[in-house]
């Protein structure tokens, strides 16, 4: 079975510092993807980026970048510069890339909460 | 974005009865699923569909059971509910027609039970 872990269960940072949240996860399955979606306050779930595991390249949008390292199984997530509105809880999922049913479930992690201070 | 509907978006009930929740959508996307949210949990996935009438378990399905009669609708039923389902319940849908499809939120329901 495939796990996601978040180790970071809560994060403050000061408006305008890097921040990097962590992701490792679990599988045993070559093919695989791999998600980031962001909660803010107001509760809906925000869908920012996917990775499958054939692409180790790094991908930077705006202030935001991601950086896969298939060694390590991670996929972390790097906020440059913070703003107040980044302030959120980030999950980490994954999902396994087979054709049966279900296939296309994703395993979240537990979250990060990231709080950007003013 | 998606079309995603969830009714209620808050409900308050008494231990040992029952409860429905409703998605709908308007997508016409195959895959349906029910997640809940729980602190320290993150989202676990309690039932999910991948066609009219055909469903299957997650996670966490105890206590929980679906229906899909239709596309658009996915419903899922606390037959007897306890005070360990309060939580939020999102629903999610896919279109299954591209290998990497994200998946699409809906706004959840905050459910108490008493």
């Known amino acids: 079975a495939q796990k996601v872990t978040q180790a970071q269960t809560e994060i403050s940072v000061v408006e305008k510092e890097d921040v990097t949240l962590d992701c490792v996860y679990e599988?045993?399955?070559?093919?695989?993807?791999l998600f980031w979606y962001k909660q803010p306050p107001s509760g809906e779930l925000v869908f920012l980026i996917r990775?499958?595991?054939?692409?180790?390249q790094n991908e930077i949008s705006g202030r935001y970048s991601w950086n896969f390292q298939k060694s390590t199984s991670s996929f972390n997530f790097t906020i440059t510069a913070s703003q107040v509105v980044d302030s959120a809880v980030y999950f980490c999922?994954?999902?396994?890339?087979?054709?049966?049913?279900?296939?296309?479930?994703?395993?979240f992690g537990k979250g990060t909460k990231l709080s950007v201070i003013p | 974005d998606a079309g995603i509907t969830q009714s209620p978006r808050h409900k308050v009930t008494e231990t040992g009865t029952p409860v429905t929740l409703r998605c709908h959508q308007t997508?016409?996307?195959?895959?349906m699923y029910w997640y809940r949210q729980d602190p320290g949990h993150g989202l676990r996935l309690i039932h999910y569909?991948?066609?009219?009438?055909?469903?299957d378990k997650g996670e966490v399905s105890d206590g929980y059971s679906v229906s899909r009669s239709k596309t658009e609708d996915f419903l899922l039923t606390l037959e007897s509910a306890t005070s360990s389902q309060t939580s939020v319940y999102f629903c999610?849908?896919?279109?299954?027609?591209?290998?990497?499809?994200?998946?699409?939120f809906g706004s959840g329901t905050q459910l108490s039970v008493l």
């Open positions: 999610a849908i896919s279109g299954g027609t591209a290998i990497d499809e994200k998946l699409f």
């Open positions: 599988t045993r399955d070559t093919t695989y993807y």
């Open positions: 997508e016409n996307h195959r895959y």
């Open positions: 999922a994954l999902r396994l890339a087979y054709s049966g049913a279900g296939s296309y479930q994703l395993t």
């Open positions: 990775r499958n595991s054939f692409d180790e």
């Open positions: 569909s991948y066609g009219v009438k055909d469903t």
